[in-house]
């Protein structure tokens, strides 16, 4: 046993130390060795802290307040060609998924009629659970039935039919011959609606896009998914619209039987819309929403546009791989959507 030494006394040997002594310096150094201990292991958490942090590769972006998943090319099913653009409401930057593919301008073929039905209700609302105007259909529309460049629907001059109605023969089986009538309607002739189209393009900040027709026949009429996902934001916005475009079919009084949506993915992986286009310029090209709930249970919108998928093939190829790649996309961004809280979480 070493010698004890107490200031400012003579060292004392071990049988010579007052036990109030030992029990005082037993005390001071249990004490200092608790605070040692507490300090290493702070700067043990810090250390782990900081390395859980900063460690690469760990989905943490600048702003976001955690974890963002895995948004990678490798993690979402992005299609090889064309070019791709998605959002996912709701969940601040990270849902901004972002855009695949060169964003220049191609030709949109019948995803042009999504704009034709913005500004149509922009100019005539239609309000949650209406029918809006009653139009009568031109001789034009009606000579244009049977038209065999594009998709049609057979209807008679002088028939009676509700904006509704016509928003769903025009959207649902891609009637070009309604779309061209809607636009007459709207602005006395389709030059004059097409000029609105391109303003109100001009408006929602869509600088990479060209309306030059109100069907989408006309191949000079371009945009980008960029451009078309700010479109998609905004008109899935209005109720009528999103009502239309997810029903499957629909019966008009005066058309025969029923017509049918030509966007085939819905009621799958949460698809609820929007609109198919499809041309041998264009390829296969397709604007669609769905729902996807989060890891908290909350539904969120999902908005993607897929454009220029096997372009130069035939019409009916072109909107397959459109369909297929778009399914597969969806599917993947819902398997995300499921790892993510709300935003800043």
Same mark, same amino acid.
């Given at each position: ?297 909350? #539904? ?9 998928? #096997? ?35």
């Amino acid at each position: 046993m070493c010698p004890v030494t107490v200031p400012g006394k003579p060292e004392l040997r071990p049988d010579q130390v007052p036990p109030s002594l030992v029990r005082s310096r037993l005390r001071r150094a249990l004490r200092s060795r608790l605070v040692a201990s507490c300090a290493a292991g702070a700067v043990a958490l810090t250390t782990l802290v900081v390395l859980a942090v900063v460690r690469p590769g760990d989905g943490v972006r600048p702003g976001d307040g955690g974890p963002a998943g895995p948004v990678s090319p490798k993690s979402l099913a992005w299609p090889a060609d064309g070019q791709t653009s998605i959002h996912v409401e709701g969940l601040g930057a990270r849902g901004e998924l972002g855009s695949r593919g060169a964003q220049k301008p191609v030709p949109l073929a019948s995803v042009t009629k999504v704009m034709t039905a913005y500004v149509i209700l922009r100019d005539h609302p239609i309000p949650p659970g209406g029918s809006g105007a009653r139009v009568t259909v031109d001789a034009q529309a009606g000579q244009e039935s049977s038209l065999g460049a594009e998709s049609t629907v057979a209807v008679e001059a002088g028939q009676r039919l509700t904006e509704r109605q016509l928003l769903e023969l025009m959207l649902l089986p891609s009637a070009g011959n309604i779309a061209r009538m809607l636009a007459r309607w709207d602005a006395g002739s389709e030059e004059a609606f097409v000029r609105k189209m391109n303003r109100a393009a001009h408006g929602l900040g869509m600088t990479n896009t060209t309306y030059a027709d109100s069907s989408g026949i006309v191949p000079t009429t371009v945009s980008t998914s960029e451009d078309q996902l700010m479109l998609a934001r905004k008109v899935m916005r209005d109720a009528v619209f999103r009502s239309v475009v997810a029903e499957r079919d629909a019966t008009v009084p005066g058309v025969s039987g029923k017509v049918h949506n030509t966007n085939t993915l819905l009621g799958e992986n949460g698809v609820i819309g929007v609109k198919t286009g499809s041309s041998t310029p264009a390829g296969g090209n397709l604007m669609w929403a769905a729902t996807a709930p989060d890891r908290d249970g909350h #539904e969120r919108l999902v908005l993607g546009v897929v454009l220029h998928q #096997e372009a130069g093939t035939s019409s009916q190829q072109g909107l397959d791989a459109a369909l297929a790649t778009s399914g597969a996309l969806v599917a993947s961004v819902r398997r995300w959507v499921a790892t993510t809280g709300p935003a800043g979480r």
